[in-house]
T-cell receptor
């Protein structure tokens, strides 16, 4: 149980375009999902907390107009990178929190974004 | 802001031996959770073990166990009978706040030698 999927696994786009990444909890409902960014050989950096039916909470320094987060249902959260630039190239990971297991987060497999 | 320190950037262990990864953290909260996650080369984050801060008993999951010292804010991971498949980056992560967001340390790269 507690499986989280992410789509796409890899995306290459041109500078100035927008990219949408989906995060789904497959076998449980998640009122809270999280979005992380990870640069090579570095740790995970939390970008935002996504709550179903309400606005996301962004961490300090994360541009909310650039990284749009929507959590429209209990099993789906999306991250849209708007007007992507090469510096947005990174590995993006989502997670979903399982309330019944005391705050445990289960992670998706990640999305590798390359902006040319 | 909460800080998490993993003082060992890299560790190595012989297959079948035991290794301990250290983690210290700073928090003002009294009730929280602590986690160890591993990230193999596939980059999939995998839950290794979970500890509830209000419980004094150390968590154990098969070959994995923790030494949780709440007053010292220390949360080390012991891997017994190390296997080649244990090779990965290991991240320590306490939870923070009502949303129980996780704060990750910089990680320890574990190599298992045959």
């Amino acid at each position: 149980g507690a499986v989280v999927s992410q789509h796409p696994s890899r995306v290459i786009c041109k500078s100035g375009t927008s990219v949408k990444i989906e995060c789904r909890s497959l076998d449980f409902q998640a009122t809270t999902m999280f979005w992380y960014r990870q640069f090579p050989k570095q740790s995970l950096m939390l970008m935002a907390t996504s709550n179903e039916g309400s606005k996301a909470t962004y961490e300090q320094g994360v541009e909310k107009d650039k990284f749009l987060i929507n959590h429209a249902s209990l099993t789906l959260s999306t991250l849209t990178v708007t007007s992507a630039h090469p510096e947005d190239s990174s590995f993006y990971i989502c997670s979903a929190r399982v309330v019944a297991v005391g705050g445990t987060q289960y992670f998706g497999p990640g999305t590798r974004l390359l902006v040319l | 802001a909460q800080t998490v320190t993993q003082s060992q950037p890299e560790m190595s262990v012989q297959e079948a031996e035991t290794v301990t990864l250290s983690c210290t953290y700073d928090t003002s909260e009294s009730d929280y959770y602590l986690f160890w996650y591993k990230q193999p080369p596939s980059r999939q984050m995998i839950l290794v073990i979970r500890q509830e801060a209000y419980k004094q008993q150390n968590a154990t999951e098969n070959r994995f166990s923790v030494n949780f010292q709440k007053a010292a804010k220390s949360f080390s991971l012991k891997i017994s009978d190390s296997q080649l498949g244990d090779a990965a980056m290991y991240f320590c992560a306490p939870s923070q706040g009502g949303s129980e967001k996780l704060v990750f340390g910089k990680g320890t790269k574990l190599t298992v030698n045959p």
